[in-house]
């Protein structure tokens, strides 16, 4: 009996050494948005060491590039959106492994300082400030025409990149009417006096996996238990910052680089779009469908029980 006891105890130092040693390289679709915020308080406040993990955090300046880095085996994780699973559907070697957050409630429309419009309707016909031609700010566009009933030409959504300095120039220079921008930027603009938000993108549009976890298929197939792990930090985290706000604001304004104050704002307003069960529901699936089909990303609609799996997620 002492030696089985003695054996089993030698088993679960090894298990335990093998966890503290797992490292996983995390990528970040965006540096700075919202919606990774919980990676960044988890991995401040110790809440994946917990989880016998050390990470390896990379930022990325869009899906696109993040998704490169995944199949060129550079990356095991990473956090995007959610019209990042039309990558999959084109042969990317990942899965989806959990929907963070629903609702867009990190980007919104604003609209210059001087503009006459105060709400949605009045924007019938404008010129939209978009990120990229077929990005997701682009569909998102589409979409309050489409859902206003304004037609096909009901706006007109005009490039203007995501720079905040390209932002802040379409919006003086009168480029552009509006533009969908990230709820961080819309109150940066309100503080320096130069636009303001008129309403949040959930008010128009439907949820659409606002900060999805996406694992390569080489760690789902070589270290499941390590997708598990993460994502019981990555919802630790969501539960830390529904309990410490203030340090959580401090944690978001690291990474953002905004005013506490401004930070504080976005935080309150963003923080109810992340869940702790991380399920892909039927509506975000049926909008993400949806976007494919519009912006013509793919030339059949995909199955998409194929894009995720919900086998790693917390029970």
Partial sequence: MRALMLALAAALVAIQASHAEDMLRVGKASPSASTMVPLEVGAK????AKQGLELQIFDFAGGAKLH??????SLDLGVGAGTDLALIAKGAPELAVANGAGPLLFIGMAVPKDSAATSLADLKGARIGVTTINSLTYWLALELARQRGWGPGGVTPIAIG????SIFAAFRTHTVDAGIVSTSLAFQMEAQGEGR???????????LGGSVVFATRTLIAGNPDAIRRFLAGWFDAVRF???NRDESVKI???MTGMPLA???KDFDITLPMFNTDGHFNAATLATLKRSFADLKLLDAEPDMTKLYTEEFLPK
């Fill in 241 to 243: 910052m529904r309990a």
């Fill in 45 to 48: 406040e110790g809440l994946f």
């Fill in 252 to 254: 978001a304004a690291q």
């Fill in 197 to 207: 938000l008129i309403a949040p993108v959930s008010s128009w549009a439907g949820e």
């Fill in 162 to 165: 995501g720079e905040t300095s």
């Fill in 262 to 264: 401004i930070q504080a």
């Fill in 68 to 73: 490169q880095a995944m199949t060129a085996g």
